[in-house]
Nanobody
Framework: QVQLVESGGGLVQPGGSLRLSCAASGIIFSIYHMGWYRQAPGKQRELVARITSGGTANYADSVKGRSTISRDDAKNTVYMQMDSLRPEDTAVYYC?????????WGQGTQVTVSS
């Protein structure tokens, strides 16, 4: 059974930083492409960052230069370091694991950027 567990969300002031983590179990983590998505109230879920099984990373324009996605295959964990956070980054952040037609989601972690 695939399980993705996110952590690291919270309340942070504008300009602050957070590091999200997603621990995976039940999959051969190293062969999966991993991603972070977010969904703000009243908006559709959107891709924030993605890292392939080979380590190639892609970012949404809205976070490019402010966020870094990484993975540790030995720990079955994907991370996202978010810096210079803005109020518009407020959302529930979801971890995603994908392999061809297979996909799995975590339960989400809330990130709130507010003074």
């Amino acid at each position: 059974q695939v399980q993705l567990v996110e952590s690291g969300g919270g309340l942070v002031q504008p300009g602050g930083s957070l590091r999200l983590s997603c621990a995976a179990s039940g999959i051969i983590f190293s062969i999966y492409h991993m991603g972070w998505y977010r969904q703000a109230p009243g908006k559709q879920r959107e891709l924030v960052a993605r890292i392939t099984s080979g380590g190639t990373a892609n970012y949404a324009d809205s976070v490019k230069g402010r966020s870094t996605i990484s993975r540790d295959d030995a720990k079955n964990t994907v991370y996202m370091q978010m810096d210079s956070l803005r109020p518009e980054d407020t959302a529930v952040y979801y971890c995603n694991a994908a392999l061809v037609a297979l996909t799995a989601w975590g339960q989400g972690t809330q990130v709130t950027v507010s003074s």
